[in-house]
């Protein structure tokens, strides 16, 4: 299907990372492939992490080797150092994304060093990525951080504008972390940082919707000019180094609103609220969303 | 508190009726003593209606008097006919909301008349009303009917000229009765509504959250410059009357939102919280929102 703004799912990533319960490999895959079944196109199946950290990613090299074997499908991983990124190239990865915080707090807990040494890290990796690698950079915290609170826009500027210098066909992925960012914050950091770094590729936006808030701000980061959505069936997901953050936007919600503006995410809704119900069910999972139980009634 | 937006308080009304079990009216007179004390100064306390359609409400002569005994409350009960209208100035009533839809089918299944008889009905009400009576006009289905799907932008200004031309001096609320309303539309017919009847007194709008797009749209009102909204402690709501509407947009919700974005809504959300969370506890209660889980931890 054709679209005009494109989702990326994340429930294979951000989703299952807090699930306790061991979701086996071949359930992963099964959900990849329903996923993809929807007509989304992108999906970021998992991330390259600290077993002991993550334990629930710790088959993501299974899975980019399942993703690999699913047509049409651009599937992206997570990595949090050059290191893992390595790991990932090794495993097959095609699309890599990136992450690092805009807070210091936050890159301390989530990756237990400075934000400085994470542009590093990412520069490093950089020098060592085959040519035709996708990238994109996940900057988490970019408006909110559960320990240093609300982030200023110019900070944050001035790292967008680093981290382009580095390479900037990439894609730049501002993540509300917290789901604190509200509707006028997201509209004026993208503006701010189109405007500051106009060389990037792509610019990509990663709503929680933990007060409610996830397709308001969605919806700002459309007003100026966002067209790629992360979003989670079932509306998992949640930080484990982020107290209190809990599900991404869900994707059921974010393809209801848009195509009820006539805006076309080339993913099919009806095939999609079967899977984000089993996404929402699964032992563990805290689900999130309202567009599911609206349409399959009140028990889903 | 001084605020820049209103909030229209409407759980004793909207997020009541749908409740089978009998809410005690001196529970009731407790849950309207606890959102004034949070400072809201508007709230809809009930409704003059059938009382074997909506047999919840049916104590809504006694809450008149309880509200009028609550300082600086500036209560409002729905009425849904003129004949209504005279029950509730005998019963003490200040503050009447006349209600009928845009949609003949809505109309209809709510009301058992047309639009046009209702609009006949308004104008005889408006007779026979002492002079110093508050008024407010809400508009049904403005944007989505349950049964009718989207509702053309076209004849609900008509409708909404013709009501304005009866007595201008009146507040107008649009209500999202199904919640399908996009922010899209939303600033689309408010910025229509205003140029159509530019006299109207002020304007309001009604969110319900029932797929999640109660605070984009609430937002989305917001830049239009609209600044009253109705809300509903815990996430409650849905009209008997309009299959799979639930709740109305939290409170807790607008609240957040709007005081994140620096904007006063004269509401202490620390007071409003386990508000709400009684409300949302209430035996037989579908409860919504997301702030309240998020502030008082996922049990609330």
Redesign the interface.
Known sequence: MSRVIEIVEVTPRDGFQPIGPWIPTEVKVDFLRRLAATGLRRIEIGSFVSASAIPQLRDTAALVEAAAALPGLRPQVLVPTARRAEEAVAAGARFLVYVLSASEAHNQSNLRRSVAQSVEDYARMLDALPADMELRINLATAFDCPFDGRIAVEPVLALITRLAALRPDVEICLCDTT??A????VAELFAAAMAAAPGVAAWAYHAH????????T???AYREGIRIFDAAAGGLGGCPFAP?A?GN??TE?VV??FE??GIATGVALDALLPVARDAAALPGA?A????R??LLG?SA
């Open positions: 789901g604190r509200t509707p006028d914050h919707d933990t007060y409610g808030m996830g397709l308001a969605t919806h700002a209190g809990t936007v869900a919600d209801w609103m009820r503006m805290a999130g969303g309202r567009a139980a609206a009140c």
